[in-house]
T-cell receptor, first 115, second 112 residues
Framework: DGGITQSPKYLFRKEGQNVTLSCEQN?????MYWYRQDPGQGLRLIYY???????QKGDIAEGYSVSREKKESFPLTVTSAQKNPTAFYLC??????????????FGAGSRLTVL | DAKTTQPPSMDCAEGRAANLPCNHS???????VYWYRQIHSQGPQYIIH???NNETNEMASLIITEDRKSSTLILPHATLRDTAVYYC?????????????FGKGTKLTVNP
């Protein structure tokens, strides 16, 4: 079945450590996105990528980094510079901006807790 | 910033229709309206989208006003499993790129 796989589902980190969240899709989608969700809040865009080897900052990119070396993969690194990293992280993909509609497919999410 | 406005919460009786409103008064002529829902601690699930005409699929119906400034998502026979946060979204153009901006959505509670 086609879809998006995020791993790990749960992750604990000590303060000062970097951590990388994995996102893989087999939908042949060009565009991929990372969102952050805090309790009782909507989704906020961290980074997005419309094509391989290119990505743009979203609304809350500080303290995060991404890479897009392959079409299928868009890993997110939460660095020690992120002051409040505890959150639910969601990865999504879509066919891309060139299509009329831009329907997002989401992964199941990764819950990061900083101890 | 989100370009849509939704009520923070709504209640609906099981078996009745749930009508969720959304205002998007600044929508452009070629922008779609999308609806997603999120059940607690899961990834959002796509429901439906539309441009000008009303749309229907196996999950819901989408009614878009003629001036396109508002829309309503209709779940015709709500069940307890429809309890979720429902997001109404339009695309935002920023720096030549397009992205979907999520607001806080409407928390729908379906009561037995």
């Amino acid at each position: 079945d086609g879809g998006i796989t995020q791993s790990p589902k749960y992750l604990f980190r000590k303060e000062g450590q970097n951590v990388t969240l994995s996102c893989e899709q087999n939908l042949n989608h060009d565009a991929m996105y990372w969102y952050r969700q805090d309790p009782g809040q909507g989704l906020r865009l961290i980074y997005y990528s419309q094509i391989v080897n290119d990505f743009q900052k979203g609304d809350i990119a500080e303290g995060y980094s991404v890479s897009r070396e392959k079409k299928e993969s868009f890993p997110l690194t939460v660095t020690s510079a992120q002051k409040n990293p505890t959150a639910f992280y969601l990865c999504a993909s879509s066919v891309g901006r060139h299509s009329g509609a831009n329907v997002l497919t989401f992964g199941a999410g990764s819950r990061l807790t900083v101890l | 910033d989100a370009k849509t406005t939704q009520p923070p919460s709504m209640d609906c009786a099981e078996g009745r229709a749930a009508n969720l409103p959304c205002n998007h008064s600044t929508i452009s002529g070629n922008e779609y309206v999308y609806w997603y829902r999120q059940i607690h601690s899961q990834g959002p699930q796509y429901i439906i989208h539309g441009l000008k005409n009303n749309e229907t699929n196996e999950m819901a119906s989408l009614i878009i006003t003629e001036d396109r400034k508002s829309s309503t998502l209709i779940l015709p026979h709500a069940t307890l499993r429809d309890t979720a946060v429902y997001y109404c979204i339009v695309r935002v153009n920023q720096g030549g790129s397009e992205k979907l901006v999520f607001g806080k959505g409407t928390k729908l509670t379906v009561n037995p």
